[in-house]
């Protein structure tokens, strides 16, 4: 699903700076970015969706039986975000290790 960002960047971060350092070029650091917005992206998306997919449908039961329990919208939430946790969890740790190894052994072809 990712390619790696040495594949994906035709400049390398190669200009000496002042300070005797490298600079980072701005597409690089765009590119860096981009990714990893993506990463929390897919990363939140499940859980995130589940429960506001469970607070909606609490709600409207709530409209409909205008039952108005401060718990009845918490604790079903609580225990969808355990679950998807539980369900997902080893899929989320797996694609941040994969965002992590890719960016770390990108490293030394940047610069």
Do not use: N
Request: charge should be positive; proline fraction near 4%; hydrophobic fraction near 55%.
């Amino acid at each position: 699903m990712y390619r790696s960002l040495a594949e994906s960047l035709h400049l390398k971060a190669s200009k000496k700076s002042d300070r005797g350092g490298t600079e980072l070029h701005a597409d690089l650091a765009l590119k860096m970015m981009a990714d990893l917005f993506w990463t929390g992206l897919l990363l939140c998306l499940p859980l995130l969706g589940l429960t506001m997919l469970v607070g909606i449908v609490i709600s409207v039961l709530q409209v409909v039986t205008q039952v108005q329990e401060m718990s009845l919208t918490f604790v079903p939430k609580l225990f969808t975000a355990g679950a998807v946790l539980i369900v997902a969890g080893p899929w989320m740790l797996g694609k941040l290790t994969q965002f992590t190894v890719q960016l770390w052994s990108s490293i030394p072809s940047m610069f």
